[in-house]
């Protein structure tokens, strides 16, 4: 007889793990989560939360709490390195008519709204438990902690993310997800006072920056640029004189940004985990199973999706291969066509091309991720 799946540990507490501790708690699972990192993340950085992902942010039980801790938006502003309007990208409502097409919010916010909802649904959290291995026996897996504990589960979720080894110790035809010679810097700002929806502002070749709403009083500043940042630099100071490259608005924002400014580096990673996303026990999901380019918000609109079908699956699951067998066949085709468009948008911006069509690009992602996966 088949026994039930009741207990899962998911290791990484980033967004994919987070999200995936809490839809399997919603389903009723006993849930513990590992994370190695003994404090939260905290980085000074947003999130654009797309129409997608905060329909499934819905779905998971947190759709009003995002709603009221970031700034909701509808439609995004594009503009060239002169000011000249070239034209908006349209923001699908997609989570109902209770709720904004999408939104911007803080990564620390985001983050402390999906442990509390954790939390609140019973997973136990442990920090500073990093995970060495993971065994399976006799239909039990056991994960290994430094320190010569273990924790055993049904099975485990592993969210550890694109930098870790841990998936290519489990998985051996996993490959390191490859770093795109590109920096992504972000800040937070005061909002300007117009600012009421984002804003793409492109500057000389392969220079990008995007300006988020994601508090009343405060907006997100990402800019791409071309190479790898060198080490030493002062990173205000970098920002200020890459935004004077940009259209006046842009450049509006260079006494904003000082040594006390918020800044973040970001590599921009690329990898997709072949076929199977499981082996024994383990599904690996978010930037372990694809490590998306950051583009269009969908690495983080990936990761949220791998929760919600998760959960939905949970509800009649009897078995991790059958399980696992579910989940990739609603996830893979439709992250293959999702990778497949934010990379071409990662070889435009490192390779500008006379071609490069991004409306074309929004509206064959928009008809991808249109309906639930």
């Not at 109902?96 to 999408?102: S, V």
């Not at 929004?362 to 639930?372: I, K, R, S």
Request: hydrophobic residues 45%; proline residues 7%; charged residues 25%.
């Amino acid at each position: 007889m088949t026994q039930r799946l009741v207990r899962v540990c998911v290791i990484g507490a980033g967004l994919a793990g987070l999200c995936c501790a809490l839809a399997a708690a919603s389903r009723g699972m006993r849930v513990q989560l590992l994370d190695e990192a003994a404090e939260p993340r905290a980085l000074a950085a947003h999130i654009e939360v797309v129409p997608s992902m905060l329909r499934d942010l819905v779905a998971l039980g947190i759709g009003d709490d995002c709603v009221r801790a970031g700034f909701p938006y509808r439609g995004i502003d594009v503009i060239d390195r002169y000011g000249r309007h070239l034209h908006e990208l349209p923001t699908e409502r997609l989570a109902g008519p209770r709720f904004p097409a999408a939104l911007g919010i803080r990564h620390d916010e985001l983050h402390r709204l999906l442990e509390r909802a954790a939390l609140h649904r019973g997973v136990a959290l442990r920090r500073a438990a990093r995970a060495q291995a993971v065994h399976q026996h006799a239909g039990v897996a056991r994960v290994d902690i430094d320190g010569g504990e273990a924790v055993e589960a049904d099975f485990v979720v592993l969210a550890v993310g694109a930098g870790s080894e841990l998936p290519l110790t489990l998985f051996p035809h996993a490959r390191p997800a490859s770093e795109l010679p590109q920096s992504w810097w972000y800040a937070l700002l005061p909002r300007p006072v117009d600012l009421d929806r984002p804003l793409i502002a492109y500057g000389d070749a392969g220079h990008r920056a995007v300006l988020v709403p994601v508090r009343h009083d405060q907006a997100g500043l990402l800019l791409t640029e071309p190479g790898v940042a060198p080490e030493g630099i002062a990173p205000a100071e970098h920002l200020r004189r890459a935004l004077a490259t940009f259209a006046p608005r842009l450049r509006a924002l260079k006494p904003r940004l000082d040594e006390h400014t918020p800044i973040t580096l970001r590599p921009a990673r690329s990898a997709l985990l072949q076929m199977p996303w499981y082996r024994g026990a383990v599904l690996a999901v978010g930037d372990c199973a694809h490590a998306l380019p950051p583009h269009f918000g969908q690495a983080a609109a990936q990761a949220v999706e791998d929760a919600r079908v998760l959960a939905d699956l949970l509800d009649g699951a009897t078995g991790c291969a059958e399980l696992f067998d579910a989940f990739e066949r609603r996830r893979a085709e439709r992250v293959r066509r999702v990778y497949d468009l934010t990379t071409t948008a990662a070889r435009w911006d490192l390779q500008p091309d006379s071609s490069a069509d991004l409306n074309r690009l929004m509206e064959g992602l928009a008809q991808t991720v249109a309906q639930p996966a």
